[in-house]
């Protein structure tokens, strides 16, 4: 039923095309308007290619002269190309390139917020392009950081959060060979401290352990002097993680997350003062999450777990 009122939206947007009672910015505008509802909620890619071909549609409609409603024409064809799920490196880069053609003229003519909202788009692009070996992550980050500039904490919490949370895997996805390895790292911490200042453990309970997660992996990672500090944090922002990743509801992120945790425990000194030796915990955690891997099919983390008990075991054994 979904595809038959999209596929008639669709049509309806042709029509209006061919109208020749409306003037061209009004068809370009409408032809906007239509595409960007068939993108929202959509129930297959076919439906996000359609809105591509209204939006390429309606910047053959727009007059030269309408500059800025090109400009946010493409910045919305943008958003649809970024969305194809079975997209590639070409719709990729096809979006980059429209969200850097309506820079151009937004920068100059736009409202702060939408240029804030394409510089955010453009990172999230250019960070999936980074990933894949075709794009620059630094130049998401001064994306991010542009958008910073408006999408403040106090005023846009959300998009605010959102941010941060791409500054903080971007800045720890560059490999540490330089010497700002150390200060993105802690930027990478810092950033992740301050989306848990808009997302919290009762309005937001899956973000909230996903950035606890997220945090504590920085904090055992991070290059510094104050190790065992940074170690015992994680371990909070792990048990925090922890109040909403449970076994029975989330048993996946639960087996990630008391993973991550045992590979702090295991190497914390023994007089660190916890109830319990830390290696001893660790090895309980590894096991417990080695059967839940096993038991939902995940043979590969389940192996990652049963090498981190044997290597565990022998340190244990050599400092014995």
Do not use: W
Not at 1 to 24: G, N
């Amino acid at each position: 039923m979904e595809q038959t009122v999209a596929e008639s939206q669709y049509a309806a947007a042709l029509s209006v095309a061919e109208d020749p009672a409306v003037s061209s910015a009004e068809r370009a505008e409408m032809l906007m308007e239509i595409a960007l509802g068939l993108q929202t909620k959509p129930k297959s890619a076919s439906q996000l290619r359609d809105a591509v071909a209204l939006y390429q549609r309606a910047l053959a409609e727009v007059p030269a002269a309408e500059t800025v409603l090109q400009a946010r024409i493409r910045a919305r064809m943008g958003t649809a190309l970024q969305a194809i799920p079975d997209g590639g490196i070409s719709e990729m880069k096809q979006a980059c390139e429209c969200y850097e053609l309506a820079l151009e003229v937004l920068n100059n003519l736009g409202k702060p917020e939408e240029v804030a909202e394409v510089e955010l788009n453009h990172g999230l692009v250019i960070q999936g392009l980074a990933g894949m070996g075709a794009g620059r992550i630094q130049e998401a980050i001064q994306c991010y950081h542009r958008a910073l500039r408006v999408f403040t904490r106090e005023k846009y919490p959300q998009e605010f959060a959102v941010l941060h949370n791409n500054l903080s895997i971007a800045y720890l996805s560059i490999p540490a060979t330089d010497e700002q390895g150390k200060i993105r790292e802690a930027l990478a911490v810092q950033s992740f401290e301050e989306v848990l200042k808009v997302v919290n453990l009762i309005d937001h309970p899956n973000e909230y352990a996903m950035v606890q997660n997220n945090l504590g992996n920085a904090l055992q990672y991070v290059s510094s002097s104050h190790a065992l500090e940074n170690n015992l944090r994680a371990l909070t922002a792990y048990d925090e993680a922890l109040k909403v990743r449970t076994a029975r509801d989330m048993p996946i992120e639960y087996a990630n997350t008391i993973a991550n945790k045992a590979n702090v425990l295991r190497n914390l000194p023994s007089d660190v003062g916890l109830n319990l030796e830390p290696v001893v915990q660790a090895l309980a955690l590894y096991r417990e999450a080695q059967a839940l891997f096993a038991q939902h099919g995940l043979a590969d983390r389940a192996e990652l777990m049963a090498a981190a008990i044997a290597e565990t075991e022998a340190d244990r054994h050599v400092l014995h």
